[in-house]
């Protein structure tokens, strides 16, 4: 149980160009997702909280408008990267938080790699 | 907002013997404490966690305490085996729906 998606796993791009990607909670019910964005060898630093259904949260520093999020069901939620420059080429993580918790059990996708040309 | 410190960022040990990783949490309303581990290019996996309401729980070869009048909380691997060489990551976070703040990681390196 508790398994979390993302696709694509990996992706490059073109400078300007947007790239989509989508969070899946396979086998429960998500009202919150998280994305983050993680560099090599550092920690996971949150980018936004994706709540079902209202817009997302987004920590202090991220553009909204450049990391745009959807969360339109309670297993999926997406994070578009538009107008993608190769300083946005990073490791890319998505995880999920299940309803039926009382506390705050995240489960983590496998990541994309976007590197942006 | 919640500041979580990890210490040492660092670690090898001798296959065998134990490794313990300590962090700490500035926010006194926390009240839940995870441990993932991350092998490198994959996702961090939950391996153990820890509730405001107890001290200290075990799990085979793992184990979490939790002092929450100094807040600070630890992961401790007994009888370390090369695979559990990775990055771990502590984090906390409030009542449920609430983001994790994480640590910095520790590279853990189990020499055979």
């Known amino acids: 149980g508790a398994v979390v998606s993302q696709h694509p796993s990996w992706v490059i791009c073109k400078s300007g160009t947007s790239v989509k990607i989508e969070c899946r909670s396979l086998?429960?019910?998500?009202?919150?997702m998280f994305w983050y964005r993680q560099f090599p060898k550092q920690s996971l630093m949150l980018m936004a909280t994706s709540n079902e259904g209202s817009k997302a949260t987004y920590e202090q520093g991220v553009e909204k408008d450049k990391f745009l999020i959807n969360h339109a069901s309670l297993t999926l939620s997406t994070l578009t990267v538009t107008s993608a420059h190769p300083e946005d080429s990073s490791f890319y993580i998505c995880?999920?938080?299940?309803?039926?918790?009382?506390?705050?059990?995240?489960?983590f996708g496998p990541g994309t790699r976007l590197t942006v040309l | 907002g919640e500041n979580v410190e990890q210490h040492p960022s660092t670690l090898s040990v001798q296959e065998g013997d134990s490794a313990v990783i300590k962090c700490t949490y500035s926010d006194s309303a926390s009240n839940y404490f995870p441990w993932y581990k991350q092998e490198l290019g994959k996702r961090p996996q939950l391996i153990i966690d820890i509730r405001s309401n107890v001290g200290e729980k075990k799990d085979q070869r793992i184990a979490v305490t939790l002092n929450k009048t100094a807040k600070h909380f630890s992961l401790h691997i007994t009888e370390t085996q090369p695979e559990d060489s990775a990055v771990y990551f502590c984090a906390a976070s409030r009542a449920a729906g609430n983001k994790l703040t994480f640590g910095g990681g520790t590279r853990v390196l189990v020499k055979p």
């Open positions: 995880s999920a938080r299940n309803a039926g918790s009382s506390y705050n059990e995240q489960f």
């Open positions: 086998d429960f019910q998500a009202t919150t």
